[in-house]
């Protein structure tokens, strides 16, 4: 019998079963996956960040990845994030607006999948 898929995540920290989170894909059709960095404190994303960087020797981009895990962490609460600077916000506002611009226009008939 096949197995019901799982979503697991589990932090490398000492507290990681506070972050531990387990989501049955198979019964539960309705389910949303929550933002995996959801729920982890500021200073600890942060570590995490300096850790991974100092890891993989990307010490010389390390303010760009902080501000990549605070976005990815709270996407819809960027215009509050301290570390991204107007330049930054601005260039998130355009990339959202024009994804949703291209979200709502209709695919030419070229490039629809089938027709009716």
Do not use: C, W
């Not at 898929?5 to 000492?14: D, H, K, P, R, T």
Request: hydrophobic residues 35%; without cysteine.
């Amino acid at each position: 019998m096949r197995q019901p898929a799982q979503f697991s995540l589990a932090m490398s920290s000492e507290k990681a079963s506070d972050y531990e989170r387990k989501i049955d894909l198979a019964n539960n059709v309705q389910a949303r996956i929550q933002n995996p960095l959801h729920g982890i404190p500021r200073d600890t994303l942060l570590n995490q960040v300096e850790d991974f960087a100092r890891e993989k020797d990307l010490l010389d981009v390390l303010d760009i990845l902080k501000k990549g895990a605070l976005l990815a962490q709270s996407p819809k609460d960027f215009e509050n994030i301290p570390e991204l600077d107007e330049k930054d916000k601005e260039v998130i506002r355009r990339e959202t607006t024009r994804i949703l611009l291209s979200l709502s226009s209709p695919l030419p008939s070229s490039r629809r999948p089938f027709s009716l």
